[in-house]
């Protein structure tokens, strides 16, 4: 039962919420710092054994590259992003540098998730000292340290969800601590590290804006004292000044050494085929030529090879083309782009016999529309026409490159403006391609949609109402960011409606959200056992969160290391894993309206004696 302290230290009075502010001057537990550093590298020291546990061969094989890739003294780091695929932010990939000189080897690639395993145990005694809590925040730290689902996410798979879940609470601790600055900046570099950190946006931005002089703007408006409204002004511009200046300046030191300015249009593969059984391409191997390249490296030539790791990559204006000769006239119906990060939003294909008159096949209105212009691949169905060249022609690019039309004659402003925006824009841009490598209702994720038949069926697919999975996603976390906040607003003073806060959206956002894959309930872990030290019986949802996560992490580790990547639908261990799922977030629904509406005792007590 949650505890409002009150009276005398270590005494409780009644059963309403923690004071967010509270502190108590005489703890009932102390323990000495010798003590302290003892546990701590005995915890450290026992954590690290479990690294010599085998990886999960997928993943551990793409992070020992990137870490040999950024070590290597002939690699520069603005080309890793480029000559990988990596769909992480560029925070973590310091740590994996220095794992790259270290011999990128399985121990240490897996050595930072320990360290931030052991940095959320700190974290939780550390909010447990704040509240008077020392002793039961020292047990829950080191049961965290040795979590099942922890121990199998970090020390065995290799993964690092856990470094995002340790980033996410010191997010909401240093809100919890009234330094919002700090908390914006940690979540700034938290949102370097994982897209998944868009889990508690709705925390953030509420506890951002709550601090907010709105009590001043209220007295203006009762006392039409523009002294009043002149300061409210004054405090909202500088807050906001300071935010932004220094969310900028940090995006600016983490990305600039990995930055290279955005490609235009980036071709890997183009490839011809004719109206015959042959599946045969037409244009490999054949003469290519373009409007013109980046670079010697990214040249015409590289859409013809079926190479996916080389790529012809265009000039830095907007209208920029490409075409093959087939060496003869052939009759052709199929064409197939294989594109990379940056694609033509729109485009052309022409066909001709002789280089000089073309003949426009097809395009947004000319053809058989099989194209949905989004990037990644296209296969393109044309009616059967003889042409020995075939030619494509790029207009314009996604948002928000499509604002901006460069030309050779584009203005000095308009070409600066580009550039700021797709610096600015560089790390969206990654995290936004990159959910399109896993397109499902879930990715072997067992939540919602595994029970809905969705693992690893298109999101875009219909379910209730002609709505997709993608949209029943967005509206049923929403839900979830809603009672959250609601949560927040009644019970601004209380840490258990805090923290409780963080817990609701990352295992609401693992639950209902699609593309989730079977790693990302971890961060709710951290978030739940912080609620036990004010409710024990939040013990009841982390064990089961604690389960679900290692079945799920255990099944998925299983299959994977022995070549099968993907749970089947319908596979009995992970329908049941994620009926419990869903029932525990169905029963952490009820307890969210239940902590929100109810009064506090000594609240009750008040309101009856008046």
């Known amino acids: 039962m949650e505890q409002n302290i009150k009276g005398k230290p270590g005494k409780s009075k009644g059963s309403g919420s923690e004071n967010i502010n509270k502190k108590e001057k005489k703890p009932a537990f102390k323990i000495s710092i010798k003590i302290l550093l003892i546990i701590l590298f005995a915890v450290t020291a026992l954590r690290m054994l479990f690294n ?25 780091f603005k080309d890793f992003y480029r000559n990988t695929h990596c769909v992480y932010g560029p925070f973590y990939m310091y740590f994996l540098f220095i794992t790259g000189k270290l011999g990128a080897t399985e121990f ?17 005694y550390l909010i447990a000292r704040k509240y008077n809590k020392e002793k039961l925040g020292l047990i829950l730290g080191i049961i965290y340290a040795f979590n099942p689902a922890v121990i199998f996410n970090s020390s065995i798979w290799g993964q690092f969800d856990s470094f995002t879940a340790t980033m996410l609470l010191t997010v909401v601790f240093l809100f919890n601590c009234k330094k919002t600055y700090w908390a914006v900046f940690a979540y700034g570099v938290a949102a370097l590290t994982k897209p998944q950190t ?46 932004v200046a220094g969310c900028m300046l940090i995006y600016a030191i983490l990305v600039l050494p990995f930055y290279r300015e955005t490609s235009f249009y980036f071709l890997k593969d183009m490839e011809v085929y004719g109206s015959t059984n042959s599946a045969a391409n037409l244009a490999q191997n054949k003469e290519f030529k373009a409007s013109g390249e980046e670079s010697e490296k990214y040249i015409a030539k590289n859409a013809s090879d079926m190479d996916e790791n080389t790529a012809w990559s265009s000039e830095h204006l907007t209208h920029q083309w490409i075409y093959t000769d087939l060496g003869e006239s052939t009759e052709i119906n199929r064409i197939v782009l294989k594109w990379g990060w940056e694609y033509a939003k729109t485009y052309d294909i022409l066909v001709s016999n002789d280089a000089v008159k073309w003949d426009l096949v097809y395009s947004e209105k000319v053809g058989k529309n099989t194209s ?9 169905d044309l009616q059967p026409v003889k042409a020995r060249y075939v030619k494509v022609e790029c207009k314009s690019r996604p948002f928000p490159y499509g604002m901006f039309n460069i030309d050779k004659n584009t203005s000095t402003i308009s070409k600066a403006a580009f550039k700021f925006t797709d610096f600015y824009f560089w790390l969206v841009h990654q995290y936004s391609t990159s959910l399109n490598d896993y397109p499902y209702a879930t990715a072997n994720g067992f939540n919602f949609w595994t029970i809905m038949d969705g693992q690893t069926t298109s999101d875009k697919e219909p379910y209730w109402f002609g709505l997709s999975a993608l949209v029943w996603g967005y509206l049923l976390w929403g839900i979830i960011s809603v009672l959250a906040i ?5 019970k601004k003073r209380s840490a258990m409606a805090l923290y409780y806060a963080g817990y609701i959206l990352t295992s609401g956002i693992f639950v209902f959200a699609t593309k989730m894959h079977e790693r990302y309930l971890l961060p709710a872990i951290v978030f739940a056992m912080v609620t036990i030290l004010w409710d024990k019986r939040m013990i009841i949802p982390t064990v089961f969160i604690t389960i679900c996560s290692l079945i799920n992490h255990w099944y998925v580790y299983l299959k994977g290391n022995n070549d099968d990547p993907w749970v089947p639908q319908q596979d009995s261990i992970a329908d049941s894993v994620a009926w419990v799922t869903l029932i525990v977030m169905i029963a952490s629904i009820g307890y969210t309206i239940w902590l929100t509406v109810r009064q506090d005792k000594g609240k009750e007590q008040k309101r009856l004696a008046r």
């Not at 240490?108 to 939780?124: E, M, P, R």
């Open 372 to 380: 949905n212009y989004s990037g990644k691949l296209d296969h393109i």
């Open 52 to 76: 010599l546990l085998p990886c999960y061969k997928i993943d551990m094989g793409g992070y020992r590259y990137w870490a040999g890739f950024l070590a290597d003294p002939e690699n520069s």
């Open 108 to 124: 240490f690639v897996k050595f930072w998730s320990v360290l931030s395993d052991i940095g959320g145990g700190i974290l939780i």
């Open 198 to 243: 868009i889990a508690i946006v709705p925390m953030v931005v509420f506890l951002y804006f709550k601090d907010f002089p709105w009590k001043k703007y209220i007295e203006f408006k009762n006392s039409r004292d523009k002294a009043v409204l002149k300061s409210a002004v004054f405090d909202t511009f500088k807050k906001l000044a300071i935010t």
């Open 486 to 490: 609601m949560l927040l607003a009644i």
